[in-house]
């Protein structure tokens, strides 16, 4: 399916772009078993950003599959999910950095999804201070009894081949995604791939 945009960010890479309201977003895993971080804000300006409290307060979940729309700090519907292959999506992991490397699992100098976040918001006028808490498609994160986390964080990648999640786009956004570099946790399978990106008329 081709579409608006229709491109591969290649493995540890990065992207970023304008999604128009009514247009879909849509991810690809293409090889599976890889974590892709996102973030939105509002188009232009840029200063109304996704909000995890809000998306996960309205959707009564820590898990985003379809049918859960991903709201801003000002309440408002930014992209909802239309459909859904992998079935259930992070919202509570953030993403990786030098810093977290470092702290989690003692390596140094190993940068991150935030450090692709910086690139390219900067792009766009944005800086550290644009960097929330982000949505982590195709990453499943346990919470078990009493809110204990796994020790790693994720669970080993479990997304095949050709999964996808379609964003429709609710307002104007930018959109900002890492196609996650890690090697210490599970969330890659130690062997970070390739995504296709796609932005497509709505149906």
Known sequence: MSGVIDITVPAGGSWSGVVARGRVLRVV???GRQGVDFLCYGHPGT??????????????????T????LYSDAARAMFTVVADSYGLHDTIAGC???PSNRLLYG????PGCRENFLKELARHGLGRESVVANVNFFCDVPVHEG???EPLTFRPATSRPGDHVDLRADMDCLAVISNC???NNPCT??????????VIEGG
Do not use: F, M, W
């Open 96 to 98: 990786c950095s030098a």
């Open 147 to 149: 809110g204990r986390l």
């Open 29 to 31: 895993d293409l090889e």
């Open 66 to 69: 379809t049918g859960h729309t």
């Open 181 to 183: 570099p890690q090697v």
């Open 47 to 64: 200063e109304e950003r996704y909000h995890a409290a809000n998306t996960l307060k309205k959707a009564g979940t820590l898990r985003l």
């Open 189 to 198: 399978a130690g062997s970070p791939t390739p995504i296709r990106v796609l």
């Open 107 to 110: 390596v140094e100098n190993v």
